[in-house]
């Protein structure tokens, strides 16, 4: 008998797998060897080696990032040039939110976790708002909605009583359409709310006071250059505020592994666990560029029932906003 319950022969490893060597060498390797790190993490050995073997386990074991304990390089990486002309869009990705138009607003469809979050969305922007070192109170603010998709955020700004307008961009014609024939059901929003098809490389030159970027660097090409696009659209005094997903072990089993292969909360293919980026990695990132104030962050947690949740600390592992004020 083992005298460790977590300890097995590697035949009966790769047995697990349906005899699939390959997929087996997908589990995330690091600093440790595989024995090492199930071992470690028994429920993560327990997720992994479900049996029998279902196509939704090996699915997700053939896209686990393949060096998740490593570190990896970031996502965010110098531009070229800030006159670089290459397009941030990426067209598989565009292509896979397209096809999710249809449902962007039925608050139980694919789209829900993003219904559930904007609220948190509104209380981010607030506590960067109330912390500002110039140009207070903010009254008439003018924001600019990057990656709008169907508008549940920029419909919901436009509400406010301390908005005077919003320009949402999608580079989605498909999306926009659903956009614009959900905002006419509603007569107040034709004055504040305008929907542009556009990518931010696109856009004619303006600023505003907030520019929003929720769920969207994370699927974008060259992430610096658009980093660099949007500052370009923040008012002197004026506020950058996004949302995305730290690049750890944690964030790939929950986006990844629970929330498209086990549960299927969202489609599968959403997220690319790559793509994520630290919120160290934008910090360091507005810091070298020395035209924007110390961050805000807040991590959120979402706890099945609940929605979600603000935890302190939580940034560090999985989703979190992420703000900047331009001081310069």
């Known amino acids: 008998m083992r005298a460790d319950p977590f300890e097995f022969p590697i035949p009966n490893r790769e047995k697990s797998f349906g005899g699939n060597r390959k997929l087996y060498n997908r589990i995330p390797q690091g600093s440790h060897n595989t024995a090492q790190t199930l071992k470690m993490r028994p429920s993560?050995?327990?997720?992994?080696?479900?049996?029998?073997?279902?196509?939704?386990?090996?699915?997700?074991?053939?896209?686990?990032?393949?060096?998740?304990?490593?570190?990896?390089?970031?996502?965010?990486?110098?531009?070229?040039?800030?006159?670089?002309s290459t397009s941030s869009v990426n067209a598989t990705e565009i292509s896979h939110f397209s096809a999710l138009a249809s449902s962007w607003w039925d608050p139980h469809g694919p789209s829900r976790p993003l219904h559930l979050m904007n609220p948190l969305r509104h209380d981010f922007i607030r506590t960067c708002l109330s912390s500002s070192v110039a140009s207070p109170p903010y009254q008439n603010l003018n924001y600019l909605d990057v990656g709008c998709g169907g508008g549940i955020f920029a419909e919901s700004a436009a509400r406010l009583p301390t908005t005077a307008s919003v320009t949402a961009i999608d580079p989605s014609p498909e999306i926009l359409t659903i956009a614009r024939a959900h905002a006419k059901r509603d007569p107040s929003l034709a004055s504040k709310l305008s929907y542009v098809n556009a990518s931010i490389e696109t856009l004619p030159p303006r600023t505003v006071d907030v520019v929003t970027c929720f769920e969207v660097i994370e699927h974008v090409d060259y992430p610096s250059q658009f980093l660099d696009k949007l500052g370009e659209f923040v008012?002197?005094?004026?506020?950058?505020?996004?949302?995305?997903?730290?690049?750890?072990w944690t964030s790939w089993f929950t986006t990844n592994l629970v929330a498209e292969d086990i549960l299927g909360m969202v489609p599968k293919?959403?997220?690319?666990?790559?793509?994520?980026?630290?919120?160290?990695?934008?910090?360091?990132?507005?810091?070298?560029?020395?035209?924007?104030?110390?961050?805000?962050?807040?991590?959120?947690?979402?706890?099945p029932g609940c929605?979600?949740?603000?935890?302190?600390?939580?940034?560090?592992?999985?989703?979190?906003?992420?703000?900047?004020?331009?001081?310069?």
């Open 44 to 84: 993560i050995r327990s997720a992994a080696l479900l049996r029998p073997p279902c196509r939704r386990a090996v699915a997700a074991v053939s896209q686990t990032p393949s060096t998740a304990f490593r570190l990896q390089p970031s996502p965010i990486q110098p531009s070229v040039s800030r006159n670089h």
């Open 235 to 248: 008012r002197p005094g004026g506020w950058l505020v996004m949302s995305t997903i730290a690049r750890t």
């Open 307 to 328: 929605g979600w949740k603000e935890v302190r600390g939580s940034e560090k592992i999985g989703n979190y906003f992420f703000g900047v004020q331009r001081v310069a």
């Open 269 to 303: 293919g959403t997220h690319d666990w790559n793509k994520y980026i630290h919120e160290h990695e934008l910090a360091e990132y507005f810091r070298k560029d020395g035209k924007w104030g110390a961050p805000q962050k807040m991590g959120v947690v979402f706890v």
